[in-house]
């Protein structure tokens, strides 16, 4: 069994809590990189009536809800 003194095992915990803490925020961080690059992709402005919106299709010319004008999918 490994014998730790209090000193010890309460810098373990520090130092775990630290790393977890470390670990979590980088996966969050990932995530939301990707959530808003694909969010990107799918929102789309006219760019007569300037009406956001978006759109889940994989067409590249799509149709503004509100003015009807053809508008390009952004790069």
């Known amino acids: 069994m490994i014998?730790?003194?209090l000193s010890e095992?309460?810098?373990l915990m520090v130092i775990s809590a630290?790393?977890?803490v470390t670990l979590f925020s980088w996966i969050s961080r990932?995530?939301?990189y990707n959530d808003e690059r694909r969010g990107k992709k799918r929102r789309f402005v006219c760019p007569l009536c300037l009406t956001t919106w978006e759109n889940r299709s994989k067409a590249k010319i799509v149709d503004c809800p509100h003015c009807g004008?053809?508008?390009q999918r952004p790069r």
């Open 3 to 5: 014998e730790l003194s």
């Open 9 to 11: 095992y309460c810098l």
């Open 18 to 20: 630290f790393l977890l």
């Open 30 to 32: 990932f995530a939301h």
């Open 69 to 71: 004008r053809q508008c």
